[in-house]
């Protein structure tokens, strides 16, 4: 046990490399990225519309959003694994009430790897909105970018498949060290009265909790749930024409400097419907950054433990942020499709997914029984739980 021990010592600097690269896509490869076409249509698109309805955490409308999200996973993407992190909390606007907080998230690793021995590439968003004013929507904040993660998902899964079947089939599976891809899917984003440590953040505080505290095999590369995310890239407040993002932190300034090139590239090849005076992405010479400069959101909880963090918000909020106009007549199509493009070419670039989505899209058999059954459960007054009957 003592040589097994050392030996691990000795070996873990090497072992803790990423078997995957980040390997950027050809030309050839982002023409085949697919676009949103009439998913995204506000009314009847079938990842989009579905979302934009009033769901503050613990009401029913949050709860058709969830069902949402399960019913479109467990149909076109079987292979991901989906689970939930939940919790309860009291809050400002609703006194003694326990209202639940519903964490989903989705998984897909290569098939041979076991827990703790796989990092991830997580996409995240917030699909809650505010408590008030009644009705609100957050079509921007951020039912858009829920919708995005969502498409990039399903862009990518054949093209995970055929690499790990690949990889399988010549045993060049790795010893340790392959990456996966997640999504979490935050609930609890908004304030339900006024913004403040404990009001604000509920489903991201209690998901960085209970990850880091869940440790993983002794041996593994990754100590616990919480460590496995080697990049969380959080999605908010998109959607809208025009919106521009900076560069916040220095240590993920890789990071975004490929989304830029991606950016470019893509402009270039004329695959972004957008037509814009400059970069949405402009910082990519950025060499000063202000440590001070920190937007509340996701993020905050995951990164004070250690989480690297790109964060995709731009830095001056949409006129309609938390009004009643942020509903779907702001939501811009052209620039819903090239952020879900530039997305889904990012995470394929991370994945190292070149030479993979060769070949040509074919139509999607859905099943025709959902792999989850649903119980709905009252807690007080109006809240509501959402839980499968079954684990994923």
């Known amino acids: 046990m003592a040589m097994h021990l050392l030996l691990h010592t000795l070996l873990w600097p090497f072992m803790i490399q990423r078997v995957d690269a980040y390997t950027p896509?050809?030309?050839?490869?982002?023409?085949?990225?697919?676009?949103?076409?009439?998913?995204?249509?506000?009314?009847?698109?079938?990842?989009?519309?579905?979302?934009?309805?009033?769901?503050?955490?613990?009401?029913?409308?949050?709860?058709?959003?969830?069902?949402?999200?399960?019913?479109?996973?467990?149909?076109?993407?079987?292979?991901?694994?989906?689970?939930?992190?939940?919790?309860?909390s009291t809050t400002p606007a609703t006194g003694t009430r326990q209202v639940p907080f519903v964490n989903l998230i989705l998984t897909r690793?290569?098939?041979?790897?076991?827990?703790?021995?796989?990092?991830?590439l997580t996409l995240a968003a917030h699909f809650d909105s505010k408590y008030d004013p009644p009705g609100f929507i957050g079509a921007t904040d951020s039912a858009a970018p829920c919708a995005m993660v969502m498409h990039a998902a399903r862009s990518l899964d054949a093209a995970l498949t055929r690499k790990w079947t690949a990889m399988e089939s010549d045993q060049h599976k790795g010893i340790a060290g392959?990456?996966?891809?997640?999504?979490?899917l935050f609930d609890g984003e908004e304030a339900f009265q006024s913004w403040s440590a404990t009001d604000s953040l509920y489903g991201s505080r209690s998901l960085a909790e209970a990850w880091e505290a869940t440790p993983h095999a002794a041996m593994s590369m990754y100590h616990n749930k919480l460590s496995s995310i080697d990049l969380l890239v959080l999605l908010d407040l998109l959607g809208a024409a025009n919106t521009v993002i900076p560069s916040y932190f220095e240590t993920t300034h890789w990071a975004y400097k490929n989304l830029a090139s991606i950016e470019t590239r893509m402009r270039s090849l004329g695959?972004?419907?957008?037509?814009?005076?400059?970069?949405?992405?402009p910082d990519s010479e950025k060499s000063k950054f202000n440590s001070e400069l920190t937007i509340q959101d996701d993020h905050i909880p995951l990164m004070k433990r250690g989480v690297e963090v790109l964060h995709l918000i731009p830095a001056r909020f949409p006129k309609v942020w938390h009004t009643m106009a942020d509903n779907a007549d702001v939501l811009d199509l052209p620039t819903m499709d090239d952020w879900a493009k530039m997305i889904t070419a990012f995470a394929g670039e991370w994945m190292d997914l070149e030479g993979y989505f060769s070949e040509p899209a074919q139509p999607r058999i859905q099943k025709s029984e959902l792999a989850a059954i649903y119980h709905l459960w009252t807690i007080q007054d109006d809240s509501v739980w959402l839980e499968p009957s079954k684990s994923y």
């Open 25 to 88: 896509l050809s030309n050839d490869t982002l023409q085949r990225i697919p676009s949103v076409g009439t998913d995204f249509d506000v009314h009847t698109g079938s990842i989009l519309s579905p979302i934009l309805i009033p769901r503050v955490s613990g009401t029913e409308g949050s709860t058709k959003v969830q069902r949402h999200f399960v019913d479109w996973f467990t149909t076109q993407l079987p292979h991901w694994q989906l689970t939930f992190q939940n919790s309860t």
């Open 109 to 120: 690793d290569p098939p041979w790897t076991t827990p703790g021995d796989v990092g991830h």
């Open 178 to 184: 392959s990456s996966g891809i997640q999504i979490i």
């Open 271 to 281: 695959l972004l419907k957008t037509v814009v005076t400059s970069p949405i992405l």
